[in-house]
């Protein structure tokens, strides 16, 4: 992952015999130059931010949530295989949160996977107001990976960003969507009832609506990509029920967040 | 008075299986609610919306409702109430025979005189309007009143009519009565023994194979046919003097209670016309 933190480890990188090449120290031999080369990294914090409103569990059969856990934790088990250390952060209803501590070495993906499966929807969540409220508690310098549904407004999402950006934290937006959210044609007759706060909207789901209602979405998802470029995040979505692992390696490597080394 | 009615109202309680019905309707018809991650967006959506009005009914609907009105209306037994016209009047033929047999004494008067109270409790049962005729059978036939209304009329000429001493000859009567009934939907009653010796003719045989009618004491009082032979004559000696036996004797109780009515009712048109035949038959 990219460095972010001033915190420097020194890792080798390669072995070279012809001097001066290299800006490593030499060693002393019997009159052969070894010389050693070595990268400076710096070691990163992360901080996953999970949301586990209710709206993470709709729709039915396309469980967002299972996804944002499986890329929770692999996006863990990747900052803990590079040595950097993770926090995990279940927001919950009403403003709550379940914070873990920093875990720093491999051996802690195991809890943090604990953590993560321990996350179970539920409750009304105001994302914005909860990274505001997470960016009051916690400083950075560090990188905040939000993976949510983002379904919210932006302007109150923006808020939690720049909150978080203001405590020095390089913010990626993880985008969690259903396909049926992006193009709601299972959709029967009904009232459309919202799964956090139980608010209902009747409307005749005709097809000229759902045109209108996928208009909508992209123009959604288009001001989140807006939002990520005004306050210099990243953003990647991820469709539910898709590959995790196509999607980190390749979105995520797309935008320069995970390399290969 | 005229108009509609009901002849049952608590049948309007069968009008609930209409409130069932819309009931059933609205519980298939309810709007399924559909949970979605958020409304925000689906706000902006310029969709018409659902009307409020959870009472869309189909024609199905309509067609069930339909049925279950009429049965519940049939439950009500609704009925319409008109102002009726006058009811033809019925007529009540009185045929009475006034021949010398009914002079005879029974047990409890003259076959005469009950018969003639016979007629006047039948005159006192008939409705107000009914018609009655009397036509009386002896040797000749005459008519003691035309179809009239007039019941005490009636009762007169029923008081004045007498048991004479002549013979019977229901025949030209009998059929003055076929005539009054071809003309006219008619009752009749007939009054003569006549009809006592017919059904004399239907009492099983006796053990002589003779056919008679029974005194009051039970024995046999003359024979129509005989089975001729001496054996036969000495049997019918030896019942003699034994006296009749207990079947007999029953027999004979069963004759004088219906020789005591000493008449027969006949209500229609039609046995009637059968009785004039059967009298006809029997006078050839």
Redesign the interface.
């Given at each position: 992952m990219q460095p972010a933190s001033r915190s420097k480890r020194i890792v080798p990188t390669s072995r070279a015999t012809i001097p001066g090449t290299s800006t490593g120290a030499p060693s002393p031999g019997l009159g052969t130059l070894l010389v050693r080369g070595f990268t400076a990294e710096r070691q990163v914090a992360f901080h996953l931010l999970l949301d586990a409103s209710a709206?993470?569990s709709?729709?039915?059969g396309e469980d967002?949530l299972a996804a944002a856990r499986e890329l929770a934790m692999a996006l863990a088990f990747i900052a803990l295989a590079a040595n950097d250390t993770v926090r995990t952060t279940v927001l919950l209803a009403d403003g709550q949160a379940r914070v873990s501590r920093l875990h720093g070495h491999r051996g802690a993906a195991a809890h943090v996977a604990e953590e993560l499966a321990a996350a179970t929807g539920g409750g009304a969540l105001g994302l914005g107001a909860a990274l505001e409220a997470y960016a009051a508690r916690h400083a950075g310098p560090g990188v905040a990976i939000v993976v949510s549904?983002l379904?919210?407004?932006v302007d109150d999402l923006e808020r939690g960003v720049r909150a978080l950006r203001a405590r020095r934290f390089a913010v990626v937006l993880a985008h969690v969507v259903?396909p049926s959210?992006l193009d709601p044609r299972s959709?029967?007759?009904?009232?459309?009832?919202?799964?956090?706060?139980d608010?209902?909207?009747?409307?005749?789901?005709?097809s000229?609506?759902m045109a209108?209602?996928r208009a909508?979405?992209a123009a959604?998802l288009a001001a989140l990509r807006s939002l990520a470029d005004r306050t210099r995040s990243l953003y990647a979505r991820l469709v539910a029920g898709t590959s995790v692992g196509d999607f980190v390696t390749g979105d995520l490597a797309r935008l320069g967040f995970v390399r290969r080394r | 008075m005229s108009g509609p009615g009901i002849a049952n109202p608590l049948g309007a309680l069968a009008f609930l299986a209409l409130a069932v019905l819309v009931l059933l309707y609205l519980r298939s018809r309810r709007?399924?609610?559909?949970?979605?991650?958020?409304?925000?967006?689906?706000?902006?959506?310029?969709?018409?919306?659902?009307e409020?009005r959870s009472f869309r009914p189909d024609l199905l609907f309509w067609l069930q409702a339909a049925i279950l009105a009429a049965l519940a209306a049939a439950c009500l037994r609704p009925y319409l109430e008109r102002a009726a016209g006058a009811a033809p009047a019925a007529r009540l033929l009185v045929l009475l025979d006034v021949s010398a047999s009914m002079q005879a004494r029974e047990l409890d008067g003259v076959r005469f005189d009950l018969a003639r109270a016979r007629v006047q409790s039948e005159l006192a049962g008939l409705p107000a309007g009914d018609e009655v005729m009397i036509v009386t059978a002896g040797a000749r036939t005459s008519v003691g009143l035309r179809w009239s209304t007039d019941r005490a009329l009636a009762r007169s000429r029923l008081e004045e009519i007498t048991a004479l001493d002549v013979p019977t000859d229901l025949t030209p009567a009998l059929e003055l009565a076929l005539a009054e009934a071809r003309v006219r939907a008619a009752r009749a009653s007939s009054c003569s023994p006549t009809s006592r010796r017919r059904r004399a003719a239907s009492r099983p045989r006796s053990r002589h194979g003779r056919v008679g009618t029974h005194r009051a004491d039970g024995r046999q009082r003359r024979h129509r046919r005989c089975g001729g032979g001496r054996a036969a004559v000495r049997r019918h000696a030896r019942h003699q003097r034994a006296g009749p036996g207990p079947e007999l004797r029953a027999r004979a109780a069963a004759g004088r209670a219906r020789c005591a009515r000493g008449w027969r009712h006949v209500d229609t048109a039609g046995a009637l016309a059968r009785g004039a035949r059967e009298h006809l038959r029997d006078a050839a």
């Open positions: 709206s993470m709709v729709p039915a967002k549904d379904m919210s407004e259903a959210e959709l029967r007759h009904g009232v459309l009832r919202d799964a956090e706060s608010a209902v909207h009747a409307i005749r789901l005709t000229a609506a209108e209602y909508v979405v959604h | 709007r399924q609610a559909i949970p979605v991650a958020t409304l925000f967006l689906w706000r902006r959506v310029r969709a018409p919306l659902v409020h």
